[in-house]
């Protein structure tokens, strides 16, 4: 018997028209198209979506977390990139 | 950087992200019991799925209409799918599949000893919706706040789809109970079965637990063994009686200053033997699932053979 498994895909679903694929979790399947059908079995049997991507999961590179600390840091400084940040005059809307 | 830090420290940080409530994803650095801790029990769970099919399954085919069939083979397939997310979420901890399946076949890895019990009658199929899914609610909803993330999602899902299962159980029992003599006593057969067994799902006594307390500190976790059956039985024994079962306890009785009930003890020889493997069905639905990975071998080979000229074709 062959010892060579599946391949593994992360299965993301736009659950209706105008939101973003969002993932929903992995399979294994033979290849992209099985891969789409189990997972319209698997992830879709009570209307969870409209649109299915499948992505072979060793093709996603992801950050290290090790490293998040430095890698968001820029963001944690720059609090004038929120409206929050600025002071507007009473009596002035629409802004 | 965590690269350089001692191991000490790395579990003290662990330890507090646990305690603020941090989920821990699949890349974050996790102490190793945590990791094998989660793969035991989510394999374990995973293999309960897959398993627990069988009992069912042997009913499909015999389902007394259309409608009925109809249900349990969607609850049945439901439990497939549940079966895929935890394996799924054990392989982001690195177990590898097809040896947590094999360590299933072997005999190595264990899975809920309810489903070593046979399913005799159709009135089975409702005291298994009714007492074994509601049991495994009651154990998987706190495991939606579990610390492990990919396993918490799985339990979100597997808890969203779970209701029907207990619903449809408990319609099939209430229906039968308001049915003809014979039909009631079957009922109530398939009711005096299951209850123990059933109340056997959440594990031994408190007392004999022995992973309890680290999983409690990882909040792997939520609440023991003894709460959680205790909560069952005080939701499960209403429901009896309102469709006129009889739960199979000389020794219960509800006790008015705790407001919960007091069940009789339960046959823990009985528990570890059919753990042990002496169960009247174990060796049934081990060679059952050999059959089918053995079976389906070729088939597998076949998709990734086609896969593979396809791939060819397309880059020629
Ligand atoms: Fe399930
Ligand atoms: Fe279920």
């Known amino acids: ?95 | 950087m965590v690269k350089d830090l001692s191991i000490q420290e790395l579990e003290k940080r662990f330890q507090e992200k646990i305690d603020k409530d941090i989920k821990i994803e699949p890349n974050d650095w996790m102490p190793d019991d945590y990791r094998q801790t989660l793969i035991r029990q989510i394999s374990q769970h995973a293999h309960s799925e897959i398993v627990g099919m069988l009992p069912e399954g042997n009913w499909i085919t015999r389902a007394p209409n259309l409608r009925r069939k109809a249900v349990l083979l969607a609850k049945v397939q439901d439990e497939a799918g549940h079966g895929l997310y935890l394996y799924s979420a054990a392989e982001t901890l690195g177990a590898d599949r097809e040896e947590t399946i094999d360590d299933l076949h072997s005999g190595k890895a264990k899975y809920s000893s309810i489903f070593n019990y046979p399913t005799l009658s159709w009135a089975d199929m409702g005291a298994i919706g009714w007492l074994v899914d509601g049991a495994a609610i009651m154990n998987q909803v706190p495991l939606c706040r579990c610390s492990y993330g990919p396993y918490a999602r799985a339990m979100v899902r597997v808890c969203k789809e779970e209701s029907f299962h207990q619903r449809q159980g408990f319609e099939i029992m209430a229906h039968l109970a308001q049915g003809s003599p014979e039909q009631k006593a079957m009922a109530q057969d398939a009711l005096n079965r299951f209850w123990w067994p059933a109340l056997m799902m959440f594990g031994p006594n408190d007392a004999e637990s022995k992973h309890t307390l680290q999983s409690m500190n990882w909040k792997i976790k939520r609440h023991t063994n003894d709460e959680l059956r205790q909560q069952f039985v005080d939701v499960t024994i209403p429901q009896a009686e309102m469709i006129g079962l009889t739960i199979p306890d000389k020794d219960l009785i509800f006790n008015e200053l705790t407001g919960h009930y007091e069940f009789g003890e339960i046959n823990w020889d009985e528990f570890w033997n059919v753990v042990k493997g002496n169960g009247p069905c174990n060796k049934d639905r081990i060679d059952t699932r050999k059959k089918a990975k053995e079976d389906g071998a070729w088939v597998r080979e076949a998709a990734l053979a086609f896969a593979d000229k396809r791939q060819k074709r397309k880059s020629a």
């Open chain 1, 1 to 95: 018997m062959s010892k060579k498994e599946w391949p593994l895909w992360e299965v993301f679903i736009r659950s209706k028209a105008g939101l973003n694929h969002k993932h929903v979790g992995s399979l294994r399947a033979a290849d992209a198209e099985m891969a789409i059908d189990n997972a319209r079995d698997v992830y879709t049997r009570r209307s969870e979506g409209i649109s299915i991507w499948v992505v072979p999961s060793n093709q996603i590179t992801a950050s290290d977390p090790t490293e998040a600390d430095a890698l968001f840091e820029p963001a944690n400084s720059k609090i004038y990139r929120h409206p929050t940040f600025y002071d507007v005059p009473d009596g002035i809307s629409h802004m």
